[in-house]
């Protein structure tokens, strides 16, 4: 499967468009998780904490948009965007989603 921001995939030719396809993962680091990201964040210091539960999200948003375009027939998601939104009080929540255009490549 094929993802790409662009609009097309150099050398290859768009068959068919499916339509929209998207990937959402809504993701918590709980109390503890938030506290020490808060005392980190007074340090000054790299939050190990977020930065893995984001990359997590991302890869989780990724590929539930790709087995959403496979079940629809699709070999490849063009023109893909991606959000990141803090929910809740206090931020404790993250929700990554993630868009784009289902297509048939030839």
Do not use: H
């Amino acid at each position: 499967m094929i993802i790409t921001t662009t609009n097309s995939v150099e050398g290859r030719e768009i068959d068919e468009y499916l339509g929209l396809v998207f990937g959402e993962v809504v993701s918590s680091l709980g109390f503890i998780g938030s506290l020490g990201a808060g005392l980190m964040s007074y340090a000054q210091g790299r939050v190990s904490g977020y930065e893995d539960e984001i990359l997590s999200a991302r890869n989780g948003a990724i590929e539930e948009m790709k087995l959403r375009a496979e079940k629809m027939g699709a070999n490849a998601v063009v023109g893909c965007k991606m959000d990141y939104e803090v929910l809740g009080s206090g931020g404790a929540v993250m929700m990554v989603s993630i868009s784009g255009t289902a297509v048939k490549l030839k």
